[in-house]
């Protein structure tokens, strides 16, 4: 449809001379607006109602409005909004509407607050669209008082003011006042439920959101997502699997969401087989129905291929991708960099900076992937180089976490001064990531006095929690200097501070079950096995000629 079918199609109605005519020609055009599917088309609608002198007319406003706002025009809505003499509510809670879903939600409280100085008389849409609007715009103060208006004016037991006051409330870390809104509904419906739910897993509180989850009389897609995604970004990751087990069980079709944070939670430990599982799913069956699928659901399959080990595998998936974001080409690079494959990741980040593509652009986090590149691949000139180059060319301020792998880098190849220095010159304090780099490339070089050195402004800096870790590498580079009087001196250093060094963690994956160990771990079910083995493993190694690490032994100790 464009101008000139639309003319014609009014023809019978134009130059009206009579009320009747003129209500036949508004119903026209409302008609077309409610047929309309373009923007194209709608402008031209509008040019016909600016002709025809019906922008007074409300119901006909509101729907026009509807569409522009529809379509995220709020620039235009705005200026037909203007012209209106005297809105009415439908015409207020349309424009209220627009902004309250934008980027400006802080507007449409504007709105509401000139509406309420006007003869219109704010509905339950009015409240619905305002008070969503103060959840996502933080307004607390403004949606608290709007509450009390909710009451004042009838609309208390409007459902869906009552969940959008839900929202408000849980949005504010308030869940306690959400909770208290929710009970005192009578209707509610599963977005109600939801509400709620994704309230307490913003709060953290997750034994809340279980009883909230197990209390749902019905459950959605979202539900399930909203409790799989807060598990996994929370470190509940074997909890988050397990609800994932149980969605699938429910025959609830997973969302692209859940999928993503099904795959965070696989990357974080290691269960590589329903990694597998997901992308599989991801290739037949959302391929099948032809959904498009997500960059971010790609990015999580790399993520999860490399932190399982299989860089080649994440690769793939790489290259298969139809779109590629900065997340895309940072984690293939990270990828490589933590598999110690540095050459490699810094030729992606040469493809990278040649892609030529205006939304792709190295951030922080590149930065950090290919500086640990470089560490790995000890390749120090690079590094230099690039630690230099995301200053100057691209403008980013090195964090801790560049300098840490600069200190890393440095420490590695036996440039201890010059990492000494760096370690100095940091425009903020030193974390414990930093000093560690530079004792473990003291320990590495066998370098005791600098060692000496910085654990002694570590382990004041640092709390006795962090500082295990560093006294632990201070003893175990006296003892590679054979300094047995100041090993001794740092053990007692420890039990006088009250430290003991966390222990190792790891996890491996057998017939479909992940296992995690834990060093010196005496709960294992197969402990006895475990130990029996270690020591056949030990035994044939001294056969062979191998001599254990005794210093690293020594952070064994109790």
Not at 69 to 76: A, K, M, S
Not at 143 to 159: A, D, I, K
Not at 304 to 325: H, I, N, T
Not at 386 to 405: A, D, N, S, V
Request: with cysteine; glycine share 8%.
């Amino acid at each position: 449809m464009d101008l000139k079918s639309i003319v014609c199609d009014l023809k019978g109605y134009l130059k009206p001379t009579t009320s009747s005519s003129s209500r036949a020609l508004e119903q026209r055009l409302f008609h077309l607006l409610q047929s309309c599917s373009t923007l194209q088309n709608v402008t031209q609608i509008h040019t016909q109602i600016v002709v025809h002198g019906f922008t007074q007319k409300s119901y006909i406003l509101s729907k026009l409005l509807s569409f522009y706002v529809g379509c995220g025009c709020l620039d235009h809505a705005l200026k037909v909004f203007g012209n209106v003499k005297s809105p009415s509510t439908t015409v207020w809670n349309q424009i209220i509407r627009g902004y309250a879903g934008s980027e400006t939600p802080a507007k449409a409280v504007e709105l509401y607050n000139r509406l309420a100085a006007t003869e219109a008389e704010p509905d339950g849409y009015t409240y619905l669209y305002v008070v969503s609007a103060c959840a996502r715009s933080g307004m607390v103060r403004e949606g608290e008082q709007l509450h009390g208006r909710v009451l004042g004016s009838g609309f208390g037991s409007n459902v869906f003011v009552q969940t959008s006051l839900v929202s408000l409330y849980a949005a504010s870390d308030g869940v306690k006042y959400a909770r208290q809104v929710f009970d005192e509904m009578r209707e509610r419906s599963v977005v109600s439920w939801n509400t709620l739910l994704s309230g307490y897993v913003r709060s953290r509180d997750f034994d809340g959101a279980r009883r909230v989850f197990d209390e749902m009389p019905e459950r959605n897609v979202v539900s399930w997502t909203t409790m799989i995604a807060g598990c996994a970004q929370n470190g509940r990751c074997k909890e988050a699997l397990s609800l994932f087990g149980r969605m699938r069980r429910a025959d609830v079709e997973p969302d692209q969401v859940a999928l993503v944070a099904v795959l965070s939670a696989c990357a974080e430990i290691g269960d590589l087989r329903l990694g597998r599982w997901v992308h599989w799913y991801v290739e037949e069956r959302l391929c099948v129905r032809a959904k498009s699928r997500l960059v971010t659901l790609y990015n999580a399959l790399i993520h999860m291929y490399a932190s399982c080990g299989l860089v080649d595998e994440a690769y793939k998936v790489f290259k298969q991708m139809p779109r590629r974001s900065t997340v895309s080409w940072t984690s293939i690079i990270v990828g490589f960099a933590k598999q110690g494959r540095g050459e490699e990741a810094l030729c992606i980040f040469q493809l990278m900076l040649s892609s030529g593509l205006d939304d792709v652009r190295p951030d922080e986090i590149t930065f950090l992937g290919v500086l640990c590149a470089c560490s790995h691949a000890g390749l120090v000139d690079e590094g230099r180089r690039l630690f230099k180059f995301m200053t100057q060319t691209w403008g980013l301020e090195p964090r801790i976490e560049h300098y840490g792998c600069m200190v890393d880098l440095l420490s590695r190849a036996g440039f201890l001064n010059e990492a000494h220095v760096l370690v100095k010159s940091m425009p903020m304090e030193p974390n414990d990531a930093v000093w560690g780099a530079l004792l473990g490339g003291c320990m590495l070089h066998k370098n005791s006095e600098l060692a000496s050195l910085a654990a002694q402004k570590s382990t004041v800096a640092l709390d006795p929690d962090q500082a295990a870790g560093y006294l632990v590498l201070l003893s175990n580079v006296y003892a590679s200097a054979k300094r047995w009087l100041d090993v001794a001196y740092v053990r007692q250093k420890m039990v006088h501070m009250g430290v003991k060094k966390p222990p190792g963690r790891s996890w491996v994956q057998i017939s479909g079950a992940v296992h995690g160990f834990v060093a010196s771990d005496r709960t294992h079910k197969h402990e006895s096995l475990i130990y029996e083995m270690l020591g056949e493993i030990t035994r044939q190694a001294q056969q062979e000629g191998r001599e254990p690490d005794t210093l690293n032994m020594l952070s064994l100790e109790d």
